[in-house]
């Protein structure tokens, strides 16, 4: 079953110094604005935001319906139901999860139209390989033609 990849959304008072602290670990901005700062390490996606009301683990491109049936089947009584949502509404069509395990914490299932579960699934497994091998001290030029043969084999063909 495909629960897609998943990211963590912290609740954040003071964006800068959350920003800073987390920077300061080793953490690489890859998108910031005034409200949201996402952050990446390895196969860590951390995303800093203002405008929550809590802490949520997330996951993108997940097939939502396979998971929420697979929790039923289980006898796993989470609470919501998938629902689909269209491009007027939030700017391209999808569907979405909202729900809680049991401690109380938001686990949000979020996937649009535009994704593709798999190449998006192998992209960010690229990105984060890419890390790896940079903070290993290997040349980029080499992971570079890595990336391109396998992308070609994999997503494109």
């Known amino acids: 079953m495909n629960i897609g990849w998943h990211s963590m959304c912290l609740k954040c008072r003071d964006l800068a ?3 800073a602290f987390y920077e300061a670990l080793g953490m690489e901005v890859t998108h910031a604005d005034d409200h949201w700062v996402q952050l990446t390490n390895g196969n860590l996606q951390l995303s ?49 999860w909202n729900t809680r395990d049991p401690d109380g914490n938001v686990v949000y299932f979020d996937t649009t139209a535009d994704e593709e579960p798999k190449s998006k699934q192998v992209e960010s497994l690229l990105q984060d390989l890419e890390r790896y ?22 997503i494109t063909g």
Do not use: C
């Open 48 to 96: 800093l935001m203002t405008f929550l009301g809590e802490n949520w683990i997330t996951f993108r491109g997940a097939d939502i319906d396979a998971v929420h049936a697979a929790t039923r089947s289980k006898g796993i009584s989470a609470e919501g139901a998938p629902e689909a949502y269209t491009a007027e509404q939030m700017g391209v069509a999808g569907k979405h």
């Open 17 to 19: 110094a959350s920003r």
């Open 133 to 154: 091998l940079s903070n290993a001290g290997i040349e980029s030029s080499l992971f570079a033609e890595f990336k391109t043969e396998l992308t070609q084999r994999y």
